[in-house]
């Protein structure tokens, strides 16, 4: 049972332009939701997270949405950069949580073309 | 070190033998997390150790896989009878106790199991 869903394995987007990550979860009960980035051959890396009373955050060229209605949180990077080509997982934390597990999405492969 | 440190990186082994990954954690993070991503599949959750509270192991997927966490900092994830399903890159996280700024992940053991 997949509770954190990237339903697109992979985007190639040019360099410049907007690239747009897209996450559905299906447990309520999720409260917060983090980002996370791998480069080849490296571990995952934090890039950027949410709190569900929020509905935005936004860090440089990353922002995160979270529409909790529809369970669903996307991140944009603009303008993507050739460097952001990496595997992004989305991950969420249930409430109560302190640290506790994360549940991982699949993950997005973003190829940005020069 | 200033980072998680996993060894070995690299591992094949036989299909029956027993192996065991190591994860040194970020010193002061009271939280050390196991993860797997098999080829193609996302992060996949193993246990997870906080302070001094009985692990939460529930991600084990058989009773082949266990983990120690000695003296609060060092942990261990032995897999015995290795199977070939078992073969993935083992990530290892840790974490202060403020899920805001997420894990911070070692670079993983790869573990090829012919």
């Known amino acids: ?114 | 070190g200033a980072g998680v440190s996993q060894s070995p990186s690299n591992k094949v082994t036989e299909k029956g033998k027993d192996v065991e990954l190591r994860c040194d954690p970020i010193s002061g993070h009271t939280a050390l997390y196991w993860y797997r991503q098999s080829l193609g599949q996302g992060l996949e959750f193993l246990i997870y150790f906080q302070g001094n509270s009985a692990p939460d192991k529930s991600g084990l997927p058989s009773d082949r896989f266990s983990a120690e966490r000695t003296g609060g900092s060092v942990s261990t994830l032995t897999i015995q009878r290795t199977q070939q399903e078992d073969s993935a890159v083992y990530l290892c996280a840790s974490s202060y106790p403020d899920r805001a700024t997420g894990y911070t992940f070692g670079s993983g053991t790869r573990l090829t199991v012919v």
């Open chain 1, 1 to 114: 049972d997949q509770q954190v869903k990237q339903n697109s394995p992979s985007l190639s987007v040019q360099e410049g332009r907007i690239s747009i990550l897209n996450c559905d979860y299906t447990n309520s009960m999720f409260d917060y939701f983090l980002w996370y980035k791998k480069y080849p051959a490296e571990g995952p890396t934090f890039l950027i997270s949410i709190s569900s009373i929020k509905d935005k955050n936004e860090d440089g060229r990353f922002t995160v949405f979270l529409n909790k209605s529809a369970k669903h949180l996307s991140l944009h990077i603009v303008p993507s950069q050739p460097g952001d080509s990496a595997v992004y997982f989305c991950a969420a934390s249930p409430y109560p949580s302190n640290t506790g597990k994360l549940i991982f999405g699949q993950g997005t492969t973003l190829q940005v073309k020069p």
